[in-house]
């Protein structure tokens, strides 16, 4: 029996998530208490074991600061195509994510800020 019944997708996603929360210095518990998600289902959709709805996908996304849309795509829930300008916005958020010179409470105050913008030029 394959130790990832999902197969690549479930891995994919788990490893994205494992990726993001540890970027964003966040244990598994963190995360969970953010997200509302308990703790022993947002390790099994990180190793791959199970495939979270849109509605966790969600509350893990504000968990994370991350855009909704990167994790429905990276589900397989949304196209990567219909979803091109999200992957943009992803790349700046991850790279804040990533800044280890910013403290926490500075990428916050980025990140807003970054939102203000974006959510003024949206057509």
Known sequence: MSKNPLNDLGESLGDYLRE???????????????????????SQIERG????????????AKGLQ???ESLYVRAGILD????????????????????????????RTLLDIYDSYVEDDAP
Request: no cysteine.
């Open 20 to 42: 993001q929360r540890t970027s964003a210095q966040l244990s598994l518990r963190q995360l969970s208490a953010l997200a509302g998600v308990s703790n022993p289902y947002l």
């Open 80 to 107: 990567a195509e219909a979803a091109a300008p999200v992957a943009r916005t992803s790349d700046v958020r991850r790279a804040l994510a990533e800044d280890p010179v910013l403290t926490a409470r500075q990428k």
């Open 49 to 60: 074991l199970k495939r979270p709805s849109a509605e966790i996908l969600q509350q893990l």
């Open 66 to 68: 991350v855009s909704a």
